[in-house]
C-alpha cells in the first residue's frame, strides 16, 4: 500500500507544480481549459480515493495482464469508473463558471490549495509507512491463539534494516530475523497467476513466525517441529487443534528425492508437486528436511493445524520482509507487545 500512497502523493504534487506554473503564466485563460484541468484535478482526487479505499478490500481473484505488477481488476475498475465520473463532472463545473476570470482563479487556487495538501500529507504517511511503522489488521486464524482475526496491530518497519527502495537490500539494521520472530511479509512469489493455498496469493501481506534462518535443516514429523535435527519443545504458542489425530505423509512425497525435493520447496512448487487435496494428505505433518536457503527464512503460523505456511509454499526471501510484528493495539482488552 506505501508504495501506491507514494505515488498517489507524486501525482498530486505534479499537479500542484504544473498549476502554479500556468497560474504565473496565466496559461488557463479561456473556460474550456479551466474545464479541463479541473476536470483532471477532480478525476485524478477520485481515482486516487477509491483506488485506495479498494486496496484494503482482500479481492485479488483475476489480473490483468498489463497491471499484473501492481493493480487487479477489482481495484482499477472502479477507480477508474470514479475518476472518469469525476473527471466529467469537474470539467462541465469549470466550464460553466471559467468564462469569468475570477471563476477561472477561483478554481485553479482550490485546485491548487487541496493538491498541495494531499501531497504533503499521503507523501509523509508513505513514507512513514516504508520506513518506520505501518498498521496492520489479522485476517485469519492461521496464528491462533498469538494473534485473533480482527486484531490491529504495529509492525516495527526498521528494526531489520530500512529497505532501500527497488532494490530489496536494507541498511542500518539494528538486530538480524531471528528463530520464534513474528514477522509480516507479502508473499514470496513474483507470479500473480500462481495458485497456492487454494487461491492466488500474489501481493497479499502474511504474518507468520519464523521458526528457521538461513541454513537451518527444517523437518515436521507427525506434526512436531525438528529444527538442526533437535526437536522444539519449549513453544508455548503452538497450538494443536486435531490432538493427536495426524494426517499420513503425502504418497507423492515418497516419489521424490532429497534433492527434487528441496528444489520443489525453493521454486515454491511442492504444494502442486504434491498434488494432494482432501481427503488425500498434504505436507502439514510430514514435511522435509529441507534446507532454508540464504538469505532466506522458514516460517508457521501457531495454529499448526490451520495454518497455510512454508511447508506448503516455500521459503520466504529477504526482499519480501516488511517488519516485524510489534504492538496490538486493537481490540484494548487485548492490547499488549507481540511476542
Request: glycine fraction near 8%; hydrophobic fraction near 45%.
Amino acid at each position: 500500500m506505501e508504495e501506491r500512497l507514494f505515488f498517489v502523493g507524486l501525482a498530486m504534487g505534479a499537479f500542484a507544480w504544473l498549476s502554479k506554473r500556468w497560474s504565473e503564466s496565466q496559461s488557463l485563460d479561456t473556460a474550456v481549459k479551466s474545464g479541463l484541468w479541473h476536470g483532471v484535478f477532480c478525476g485524478l482526487s477520485a481515482f486516487s480515493a477509491v483506488w485506495v479505499i479498494m486496496m484494503s478490500l482482500d479481492s485479488r481473484a483475476k489480473f490483468i495482464s498489463i497491471a499484473a505488477q501492481a493493480v487487479s481488476t477489482t481495484e482499477l475498475y472502479p477507480s477508474l469508473a470514479a475518476g472518469a465520473i469525476a473527471a466529467a463532472v469537474g470539467f462541465w463545473r469549470g466550464l460553466a463558471k471559467g468564462s469569468a476570470p475570477e471563476g477561472r482563479r477561483y478554481f485553479l487556487g482550490e485546485d491548487l490549495e487541496w493538491a498541495e495538501t494531499v501531497f504533503s500529507a499521503v507523501l509523509l504517511a508513505s513514507v512513514l509507512m516504508y520506513f518506520v511503522v505501518q498498521a496492520f489488521k489479522i485476517p485469519s486464524g492461521s496464528m491462533r491463539n498469538t494473534l485473533l482475526e480482527g486484531d490491529h496491530l504495529f509492525v516495527n518497519k526498521f528494526i531489520y534494516g530500512m529497505r532501500v527502495p527497488f532494490t530489496g537490500k536494507r541498511i542500518l539494521a539494528l538486530r538480524q530475523v531471528q528463530r520464534g520472530d513474528v514477522i509480516v511479509f507479502r508473499f514470496p512469489v513474483d507470479d500473480p497467476r500462481e495458485l497456492h493455498c487454494g487461491s492466488i496469493q500474489y501481493g497479499k501481506d502474511f504474518i507468520k513466525r519464523v521458526i528457521g534462518v538461513a541454513g537451518d535443516t527444517v523437518q515436521v514429523s507427525n506434526g512436531r517441529v525438528i529444527v538442526n535435527g533437535q526437536p522444539l519443545t519449549d513453544e508455548p504458542y503452538a497450538q494443536y487443534l486435531d490432538g493427536a489425530s495426524r494426517e499420513a505423509a503425502p504418497m507423492k512425497a515418497k516419489d521424490l528425492g532429497p534433492e527434487q525435493y528441496q528444489k520443489l520447496w525453493e521454486a515454491h512448487a511442492l504444494d502442486r508437486a504434491l498434488e494432494f487435496s482432501p481427503p488425500y494428505s498434504g505436507p502439514r505433518d510430514f514435511f522435509g528436511p529441507v534446507r532454508v536457503p540464504p538469505r532466506s527464512f522458514f516460517v508457521m503460523g501457531d495454529n499448526r493445524d490451520r495454518s497455510c505456511d512454508a511447508r506448503y509454499w516455500g521459503p520466504v526471501a529477504e526482499k519480501y520482509l516488511k517488519g516485524r510484528a510489534w504492538f496490538l493495539y486493537w481490540p484494548p482488552s487485548r492490547m499488549k507487545t507481540v511476542l
